[in-house]
């Protein structure tokens, strides 16, 4: 007997299913999709100030991290078993395979980085909750449409469900921040943004 329901529901992925529609070719690299509570979520398109804003991290970062963790750039963190988002930007814990056999998870994981303009409100309704969630300790947002750094701390449980971050600093364009994980590595907010 075939049970039939008058609501249809969507087909919701596994990271396991997400990973296998990869290796049969149903999506690449060129789908520009991630997966958020087990959708599969197409990514915003990036305008020139989101791009003049990942080369400039890209070229700050590295040099205030040396060799103290990784760096990964858009690339994934296995947050679930229904979760895998591609952050701008991840700070990892070093590991002698450099990740070579799964993806980083949030205990990996030291400090997430986002890039928004066109994907303010997705980053802070959806991804920001889904960070917090994962216990994954800073979260930074790049705002680019208000021009400052929105630095979230200390994630929590707000309700059955709803997750969310202690507390939240705004560090304006002219402001410095510290590097969560190497409070002695400091970032000049004037090197990232494009009219400071």
């Not at 599969?40 to 398109?45: P, W």
Request: aromatic content about 10%; overall charge negative; glycine content about 4%.
């Amino acid at each position: 007997m075939i049970l039939s329901s008058s609501k249809a529901q969507p087909k919701r992925f596994t990271v396991h299913e997400y990973h296998r529609l990869v290796e049969m070719g149903f999506l690449s690299e060129d789908d520009h999709v991630e997966l958020i509570r087990g959708e599969l979520i197409q990514m915003a398109a990036k305008g020139t100030a989101h791009e003049t804003c990942i080369r400039r991290l890209l070229r700050q970062l590295p040099l205030l991290l040396q060799n103290r963790a990784t760096l990964q750039c858009q690339a994934p963190i296995s947050l679930s078993f229904d979760g895998e988002p591609e952050p701008d930007f991840a700070i990892v814990r070093n590991r002698a395979d450099d990740y070579a056999t799964e993806h980083p998870t949030p205990e990996d994981t030291l400090l997430v980085i986002e890039v928004a303009d066109s994907s303010l409100d997705y980053d802070r309704e959806i991804k920001l909750p889904l960070y917090a969630e994962a216990k994954i300790s800073d979260y930074w947002l790049f705002n680019l449409p208000d021009h400052y750094l929105e630095a979230y701390s200390e994630p929590y449980q707000i309700a059955l469900g709803q997750f969310g971050y202690l507390n939240r600093r705004i560090v304006p364009t002219n402001g410095v921040i510290t590097l969560p994980p190497f409070p002695e590595q400091v970032l000049e907010l004037t090197s990232v943004f494009l009219d400071a």
